[in-house]
């Protein structure tokens, strides 16, 4: 089964500070890899999607992540953070089987003012 | 378009009830999707249900169930509550269309389930 390992259950940057977001997922290639972000008290919004189209991935809020087979990871990253980035991000991946969604544990993001 | 809205958004329990949880989908979605959220499991895939029928499941005992109506509303039951059960449940709606996890998934708020 696909498994996905993020690391850092807590990640705190300083405003306008680059954001990086790690998640690892098991060793056999995913069919889809997602994040999403929630905010309190709210459901999950989809960030980005990688398809396998292209391995750079443009996502919503300025947000992107680059797939690397090579690495086994899909890390989440921002150039310059904002007060408004402060919540929680999850990594997803679809099973081989497409029947399925595995999320890794979440990492909450604080921003310092 | 309206979004994914859940219904009630707050419930308590008791060991050994049953509990009935609700999901409005956007409107001409045809898939919903459920999931638990707990701090020490973290976010679960529950089931997923497409044109009324249960079309994928995750690992969660028979005391889960759910259904879909023909209006795409659907209901998740758990029954003989355990403490265990505490959590946020969320649904989601998609098309449905292109398959399970290739459309995109929007999220309901959730519903915070307390078993006491």
């Known amino acids: 089964a696909q498994s996905v390992t993020q690391l850092g259950s807590h990640v705190s940057v300083s405003e306008g500070a680059l954001v990086l977001l790690r998640c690892n997922y098991s060793?056999?290639?995913?069919?889809?890899l997602f994040w999403y972000v929630q905010y309190p008290n709210q459901g999950l919004q989809l960030l980005l999607k990688?398809?396998?189209?292209?391995?750079l991935v443009k996502g919503i809020n300025g947000f992107e992540a680059e797939f690397k087979k090579s690495e086994t990871s899909f890390h989440l990253t921002k150039p310059s953070a904002h007060m408004s980035d402060a919540a929680e991000y999850f990594c997803a991946v679809s099973s081989n089987t497409g029947n399925q969604f595995y999320f890794g544990t979440g990492t909450s993001l604080t921003v310092i003012p | 378009k309206a979004g994914v809205t859940q219904t009630p958004r707050y419930l308590i329990k008791t060991r050994g009830q049953q509990v009935t949880l609700s999901c409005s989908p956007i409107?001409?979605?045809?898939?919903v999707s459920w999931y638990q959220q707990t701090p020490g499991q973290g976010l679960q895939f529950l089931f997923e249900y497409f044109s009324e029928t249960q079309r994928n499941k995750g690992n969660f005992p028979g005391r889960f169930s759910g259904r879909q109506f023909s209006n795409s509303r659907s209901e998740m039951n758990v029954s003989t509550l355990e403490l265990g059960d505490s959590a946020l449940y969320l649904c989601?709606?998609?098309?449905?269309?292109?398959?399970?996890?290739?459309?995109?998934?929007?999220f309901g708020p959730g519903t915070r389930l307390t078993v006491l």
């Open positions: 989601a709606s998609s098309s449905g269309l292109a398959g399970f996890t290739t459309d995109t998934q929007y």
């Open positions: 060793s056999s290639v995913p069919p889809y």
């Open positions: 990688y398809t396998s189209a292209a391995t």
């Open positions: 409107s001409g979605h045809r898939s």
